[in-house]
């Protein structure tokens, strides 16, 4: 099981790869005019786990992260470090 971000056309995807071969989207954070907006998948609506016009990248990401929401999803571990660097689109 791998945690990892990934990039988009639309920004970065920070991605849950289970062992089985599926991945789970766990959050992303895209660039807009304003900043940088970010959300955590949740399981029902939150909108306290979404926010708009970040000033950075990595404030949004922390974002993201901060809700731990691999915790969500069966087969999450806590504390599952996420991968250093950005993977590309295509893998």
Partial sequence: MKIY?????????LVLDVENGE???LGAVRET??????????????PGR???GLPTLEEAKAFVV??????????GVEA??????????DS
């Fill in 33 to 46: 005019r304003r900043g940088f907006d970010a959300f955590a998948t949740t399981t029902g609506y939150d």
């Fill in 80 to 89: 599952l470090p996420i991968e250093d660097g950005i993977r590309p689109a």
């Fill in 50 to 52: 979404a926010t708009k």
């Fill in 23 to 25: 991945n789970v989207t």
């Fill in 5 to 13: 971000w990934q990039q988009k056309r639309s920004g970065q995807e």
């Fill in 66 to 75: 901060s809700f731990e929401p691999w915790d969500l999803f069966e087969g």
